[in-house]
Structures are given as C-alpha cells and as structure tokens.
C-alpha cells in the first residue's frame, strides 16, 4: 500500500512538473496589440506626426512588434475612403485607433464608438464636438491636439508687418465645410485688421479647385500669402509654394512641414512632445486605463521657424535669425521639430 502511494504521489510531482515547465501554448502567448493609424491626407505634418506616435511609442517602453503592431492607412483627401478605413480597423478588432488630422477624428468618433481612441495632429476637440475641456471628454477618446491661439495669428500678422511695412493686403485659402477653417480664417482677418491689412480669402470646396484657388490668389497680387487650417490648400502646399514664388509672394504659416518646404516664417507646435504624449497615452490604455481618465495633451506651441533659402529665393534678404530673434533657420526638406 505505501510503495502504491508513493508510485501516484511521484506521478503527481511529475505531472506538475511538466506542465510547469513546458512552454506556453499559442492561446497563453501574448499576442501584440494592433495598432490603427489613420491619416486623412499626407498633408503637412502628416510624416512628421507620424513619427512622433511611433517615437512616443518607444519612449513609452512598447516594443514595435513584439507589443505591437502599428498599421498606417491614408484617405488621400477622400472621406468615403476614411470611413471605410474606420470601418476596417473596427472590423479588424484594431485595440486601439489613431486617427492623424482633424478631418479623421470625427468619423472615428462615429463610427468606432466602443474602439479606444488617441488622435494626435488634431486642431481643437472641443470646437470639433468630442470634448468640453481637457478633463471632459468623450469616454472612450484621448488624445494630444493642437490649439493655435489669437496671439500666435497676431503674432505672424506682426511678423509680416515688420518684414513688409507697407503692405495691405494678405491672401489665404480655407475650405467652407471645415468648421476650424473657417475659424481660422476670421481670426486672421480679426488680427489683420488691427495693421489695417485686408484679408482675401478664397473658398476651396474640392480637390478639383485647387489649381484655379490657387491661380484666383496670386492673381490678387496679395503682399504674403497665410496658410491656416484646411485639409485640401495644405495638401497641395506644393502646388501653392510653385505659384507664389514664381510670383514673389511669400508664404507664412503655421506648420514645420510648411517651414521647410516653401514658407518663409511660421509659428509652429511641438509635434514631437505632442507624439510622445499620445504614444504614453496608448500605453495606458493597452495596460488596462479607460480613455475616459486620460486627460487630453494640448501641444505647446510658438516655435518660431524661418526658411531664409526661400525667402531670398523670392529677393526677401531681410529673414535671418538676426532680424528675427529667437527663430531658428530650417534645412529646406530635412526640419522636424
């Protein structure tokens, strides 16, 4: 009887051990997260807010692969095509979903309602419908954004002021259905009317019009031409940039893409903190955190950036790092903040 207790006391060991010891089965392993990032366009800072995440990702201690799995799709300027992206990333049981632009955030919103999302390169939640304040958002949205303020249209209209004394009239582009462009828009001929510049602003209303907005601009003969928010006018900034300097009009704007590819002075966000905030703020919510908890990051902004190559490209020899304190001289093509 003892020797037949010791022979099913040995075989429980064994078995505990071996079921201890050996590896785990495909259902135990950690599968990576998927990860969705979704751009509207590859306007702008597109690239650059891109990098950021991943960046943010790293910082935050996730490993590329192992953690997760970071899927990038773009719209290119079509919301049939954003939605059916948004779609898809439901479908594909994304864990988390990264919509890149303010055009991208509220179809996410709308149609991935139980989805985590953490937007980044947005321009203002609040005027968009997801949040009421940084601490009072929707409950499964968070995200890192950016909020250009008066002081900083201000402070460019000064800008131009000082670099163009007699100057009187000043051109942009805005797209009538985007609410934070038109915002923008009122707000540069609020603060251009404090230098007692007019403000001519053409309406894009589809791809298709840009070549004819931008030609309709020019052709007014405007002293500098503002970029501000618009996803159509900053997705063709290259085509904007061709016709202003043949023209000798220079551009000023508010992105560093736009600082160094074309625009002569611009005030722009730290896209880099912003990414490294909204990388942390997917790791939370991988680790188990609701969104809900997870305050929005509002981007610090007022870099001052100045491309003197393409200002003395149009005979601007007055844009330096001497006239202009506190700015830094981008590398045309190869700036990031």
Request: one cysteine or more; proline letters at 7%.
């Amino acid at each position: 009887m003892k020797r037949t207790l010791t022979a099913v006391m040995a075989l429980v060991v064994a078995t505990t051990l071996w079921f201890g010891l050996t590896p785990h089965s495909e259902a135990q392993v950690k599968k990576p997260a998927k990860l969705m990032l979704i751009r509207y366009n590859e306007a702008a800072d597109a690239e650059s807010g891109e990098k950021a995440i991943r960046a943010g990702l790293t910082s935050a201690g996730l490993v590329d692969g192992t953690d997760y799995i970071l899927t990038v799709s773009s719209a290119q300027n079509d919301m049939p095509t954003l939605i059916n992206l948004v779609d898809k990333a439901v479908n594909d049981k994304a864990d988390v979903l990264i919509p890149l632009q303010s055009q991208s955030l509220q179809p996410a919103v709308q149609r991935a309602p139980k989805t985590p999302i953490v937007f980044h390169l947005v321009s203002d939640p609040i005027l968009l419908g997801v949040a009421k304040s940084d601490t009072d958002h929707l409950p499964m949205v968070t995200g890192a954004y950016i909020k250009t303020q008066p002081s900083e249209f201000e402070a460019v209209v000064a800008q131009i002021k000082f670099l163009i004394p007699d100057i009187k009239q000043i051109g942009t582009l805005y797209v009538p259905g985007e609410v934070i462009s038109n915002e923008q828009k009122d707000l540069l001929t609020e603060m251009a009317a404090k230098y007692r510049i007019k403000v001519n602003a053409v309406p894009v209303d589809t791809v298709s019009d840009i070549t004819n907005a931008v030609q309709a601009l020019v052709s007014q003969q405007p002293g500098a031409i503002v970029m501000i928010e618009g996803s159509i006018p900053n997705g063709a900034f290259s085509a904007v940039v061709a016709q202003a300097t043949r023209a000798r009009i220079p551009i000023f704007g508010f992105t560093a893409y736009q600082a160094k590819n074309g625009a002569v002075f611009c005030i722009v966000p730290d896209v880099g903190r912003g990414g490294k905030a909204a990388g942390e703020m997917v790791s939370r919510i991988l680790k188990g955190e609701s969104p809900a908890n997870i305050p929005l990051y509002r981007m610090p902004s007022g870099l001052k950036l100045i491309n003197s190559t393409a200002a003395r490209r149009i005979g601007m020899d007055n844009i330096s790092t001497d006239t202009i304190k506190g700015a830094a001289d981008v590398v045309p093509g190869s700036f990031a903040p």
